[in-house]
């Protein structure tokens, strides 16, 4: 059933790309960012309309977008015909043969990583901070049908009807599917490597969009799977599900943007607008991505490196900034309500200046030893696209973009603490923009080396041969030593990097998913005690049981919870423990082995728990202890 999976990232979009009258590797690049716009819109009209969110009611919301769209788009059609505004060059079924080629290529180096990286089975459950809260947002809208970001207040432990924003759009797309085709943790795994997937696709469409030759499109598709900082830090590290999904996406945004200044209609203006909103609801901080790209762009048009027609453009620009923000502002307003909370995270240093800059040239952020064959090789493909003017507002955008991770990585200043605010001031976010002008480069550079040493052959070679079959052979040949220089592709590397977090690990082990099972079938929809930082805040994602503490943050002293957590050895004196727990009604406490970090500590009221009277052991394995509330001196049941 992991196809299922797959396909929900692509079938919403694609209806929705259909109807828009994309076509080629845009359409198939476009869908999976298309059914991110089309959820993130739906979350907003029918959760306001008090409509169940759900499988059903996806696939109808989806059909109805896709109805409208395709409606207006014909209609504009029919006013402004059929007559594209700059030419598109057409490609033979050969080359793109060729651009499938490295799509595949840079697909199964992707796939091939991340199955390595999991330790090769889709259970594996990540150990890291973030990974508990996105499959507790999952499960919450699968079991409660809503998708409003304020729905998933209680998960965050705060008060039901507290104002409260989570970007949930990943969430909203994969809580339908919960259960019905795959678990928590095979859901999760699925929908990493379906972003993966979509990655050297997204590549390849921009690359094509905006002229690179098929041979260097299907070269910079191949290696963007090469790369440490994206997909595989982002996927290890937090882990950053939904801002990976969104990053792995912005290619396919900019290919539909191309269609603005290529053809009449609708398709460019509301196909980017979706796209964009999108983006939006995955994770706000993409909004600024994409301004940033657009930004380039629009200097790129400006400035002339970019053709363009201003006359036949300019209303379809402007309609592009209307619907834009329409569609933009409704997901982004909610996000108004957290955004205290995000720009005041803070993040320690860990580079100078000059290694940061170091990192960007080369392309290998937030590492020790940089990908040395694959950084020199984007290094040089971007001095080539600044001489043959190839996607300027590309190189422009890495230059803005590794800048803000360069001071991020190096400086404690407002200046850079405003601009990196809206990323929670985490250089590693900004680290996982660069691959996308290293991939395009390292394409530019295997491109211009192939057709020069085919040129140098002369007369010996037949002009259709110099004109295909000898420049892919060169490129292949290209992509192959580049690979086998970097170990196989970086494959162990990577792998490795993703292992760390993605294993049998301290914070959720085999013995403590045993004692979820056993609540799931004891505690009756009761909340359970536990130590928010020994893993047990994964417990409702992946057995459906209820914790007292819901985040590895935990609650504030004062609540209910907060008493619990750090006075219920005080039980037997403090009168406020024992409300706490009738308050929540709550009949078991579950106790696990391990940590969330190294060197973090037991909550102080769970320690030693069997020295109280009012406790008794129910179930233990190696890695997990229950014990359920009692009368003290009667053993009864509380």
Known sequence: MGAFVVLAFILPGLAVGLALRLRGWTLAAAAPVLTFGTVALGTLVLGNLGISWNLLTLALWSAVLALVVGVATWLVARRSGDEPLIEEPKRSLGENLVVLGGVVLGMAVGAATFLRGIGGTLSTVNQDWD?????????????????????????ANLPAGTKYFYPNTYHALLAPLLDKAVGMPELLNLAALSVILAWPLGIAALALAWRMPPLGAAIAAAVSTWFTAFPYDSLWRGPLWPYVAGVALVPATMAIARKIMTTRGLTGPLGLALAVAGLTGLHTSLVFIAFAYILMLVLALVFRLEPIDWKASWKPLALTAALGLLAVIPVMLPALVQSAGVTGAQWDEFASPAEGIGQTLLFSP??????????????????????????????????????????????????????????????WRFAALLPLAGAIAVGELGQTVATGLTAKLGSRVSPQRAAFVVPVAFGLAGVLVLGLLGKGAYIGRNAERLSETNNEGATVTRGEREAYKWLAEHSKDRPVVNDRLDGSVWMYALAGVKPVEWTFYGADEKTNAGQITWHLQDIDKDPNVRKAINALGVKYALVGAGYVRSNSRPAPGLMALERLPEVRKVYENPQATIYEFVEPGTGKTS
């Open 131 to 155: 990974a508990p809260y996105h499959g507790n947002a999952i499960r919450w809208m699968s079991e409660h049908a809503t998708a409003l970001p304020s729905a998933l207040a209680q998960i």
């Open 366 to 427: 937030v590492v020790a030893f940089p990908q040395w064959f694959l950084g020199v090789a984007a290094i040089v493909g971007i001095a080539l696209m600044i001489k043959h003017r190839t996607m300027l507002w590309v190189v422009g955008a890495w230059i803005l973009l590794g800048a803000l991770y360069a001071g991020t990585a190096s400086l404690n200043t407002p200046l850079i603490n405003s601009l990196s605010g809206p990323f929670y001031n985490d250089a």
